[in-house]
C-alpha cells in the first residue's frame, strides 16, 4: 500500500493528498497513519510546502467529514429510530439510548467532535452521530476542522522531520489504530450477545 500512495504523492502532490484523505475519510481502510506520514516525507525529501501538505490533507478529510455529516443529517433521527423498530439489534441501540446521545451532543457537541478528529477510527465516524442529532453546522465544521487540522499537521510533521524513518510514526500509531478498531468491535460484540438480556430488563 505505501509504495502505490506515496507514487500517487509523487506524481500528483498536493492533490493527491488531498484526494486520499477524502477517500480514507469515507473508506476508512486507507489509513491516514500512512498517507500524512509519507506526505510529509515527500515534502522534506522534494522541497516542498509542508503548510501546503497538512492545508491540503485537512481539505480532503473535511470534505469526507462534511459527506457523512450531510448524509446522516438527510437521514436525521426520526427515520434512524424507524430503522431500529426493526433492527434494533443490529445497531445495539434502542430510543432510550438515542434520546441519551441526543442529550449528550445537546451537551458536549463541539467537544466530543473535536476530540473525535484525532483518535484513530472514531475520527471518520464521529460526523454520523452529529449528524443524525442535527447538530449546528457552524460548530461541527469549526470544531471538525480544528481537530483534523491538528491529526493531519501531527503526522505530516511526523513524516517531515522523520524523513524516510515514517515507519516509527506507524510502530506507534499503528498498534495503537488497531486496538481501537478491536476494542470497538468487542464491544459492539458484547452488545449484540446481551441485547436480548437488556431488553428483558427493561420490559420486565
Known sequence: MNDWIGQLIENWGTLAVAFLMFVETVFPPIPS???????GVHAAQQGGSILGVILAGTAGAMAGN???FVLAWKLGLDRFEGFLVRYGRVFTMDEDEIAR??????RYGAGLVGVGR????????????AGLVRMNA???????TLGTFLWTMGL??????LGRNFAEVDRILGPLSTAVILGCFAVYLYRVIMWNRWKKKKTG
Do not use: K, Q
Open 101 to 106: 446521545g441526543r442529550a449528550l451532543f445537546d
Open 66 to 68: 462534511i459527506f457523512w
Open 156 to 161: 505530516a510533521l511526523a513524516g517531515y522531520f
Open 118 to 129: 484525532i483518535i484513530p477510527t472514531i475520527r471518520s465516524l464521529i460526523s454520523v452521530p
Open 33 to 39: 497513519e500512512v498517507i500524512m506520514p509519507l506526505a
Open 138 to 144: 457552524r460548530t461541527f465544521l469549526i470544531f471538525s
